[in-house]
């Protein structure tokens, strides 16, 4: 797009940015050549504006008639111009007969174009960040009623596992599944009492409870993280009177998921023996 196709469209680009405006029988010839024209531009300003106000630059106040000689914009699409760049903050109106135009100071418009640009990557930071940490807290389901049998087979085909709240019973029932993983960390619910552990097992209480509360009851949450990629939750659900599993989706969670996890697995303390372990579910 070259200059002449510019007028009125703030869209435009520079094919040639204008180091020259001109238009009847003056001119204007800017200090910075061609680079100032495509400046303005960038700044927000159209073909007609960016005249408009280079020329009221060089002048300490103007007349639209003499402002449309000056700059070369057509008097019939002066007048719309000026009041956009008075909107834009580039442009003081004087009252008067006729009226009187003065562009504001380069500074002063350097400056309000400056606190601008802040405030709105102060806005879009902020915004971003919300984004993000929404982001970062959604657990989207994969899988909603994986079920025990989906569980199962994560486990038996597992490097490592994590899991969390567990009471024995429940753990009890994925024994043998865990027995053809790999390393299995457990931190069971607080008073619980599980057997010693197994070669690939290690075994911790947690310093603190976790419950899920559904329809005012409560029971242990536990969850399985598997291989640092998959999420199982487990919840008792007391109309059915059995636990329900269900897959997440927790890739942007995993980080803050497993460090939840060593905190609870270092903050605990070690499992004691015992062959009556208690009736949690």
């Known amino acids: 797009m070259t200059w002449d196709d510019m007028a009125g469209d703030p869209r435009a680009t520079f094919a040639h940015p204008p180091g020259e405006c001109s238009r009847g029988s003056a001119a204007i010839t800017t200090t910075m050549g061609d680079d100032i024209g495509t400046l303005l531009h960038r700044a927000g300003l159209t073909r007609y504006e960016i005249q408009a106000y280079l020329a009221l630059t060089r002048r300490t106040v103007e007349s639209a008639a003499r402002l449309s000689e000056e700059s070369g914009v057509p008097r ?3 007048y719309g111009v000026l009041a956009s760049l008075q909107g834009k903050g ?3 109106i ?3 007969q006729p009226l009187l135009y003065r562009a504001v100071p380069p500074d002063g418009v350097v400056e309000r174009l400056r606190q601008g640009h802040e405030s709105l990557l102060a806005e879009l930071q902020a915004g971003l ?3 993000a940490v929404t982001g970062m807290h959604e657990i989207v389901v994969l899988n909603r009623g994986a079920g025990i049998e989906g569980l199962r087979g994560a486990l038996r085909k597992a490097d490592q596992v994590c899991l969390s709240m567990l009471t024995w019973s429940f753990y009890e029932q994925l024994r043998e599944d865990l027995a053809a993983a790999g390393r299995v960390k457990a931190v069971f ?3 619980e009492a599980p057997p010693r552990p197994r070669p690939n097992e290690e ?3 947690a310093p603190v409870r976790v419950v899920h509360v559904v329809d005012g009851e409560k029971s242990p949450a536990m969850q399985a993280i598997v291989d640092d990629s998959r999420l199982f939750t487990i919840v008792w659900n007391p109309f059915s009177k059995r636990h329900e599993v269900d ?3 927790f890739s942007e969670c995993v980080g803050c998921l497993k460090q939840a996890f060593e905190l609870s697995w270092d903050g605990g303390r070690s499992a004691p023996s015992s062959s009556m372990p208690s009736a949690q579910r």
């Open 90 to 92: 580039w442009v003081t």
């Open 203 to 205: 075994f911790r209480i």
């Open 129 to 131: 960040a919300d984004e």
């Open 76 to 78: 019939t699409k002066l």
């Open 247 to 249: 897959e997440m989706f």
């Open 189 to 191: 619910f607080p008073g």
């Open 94 to 96: 004087l009252s008067g």
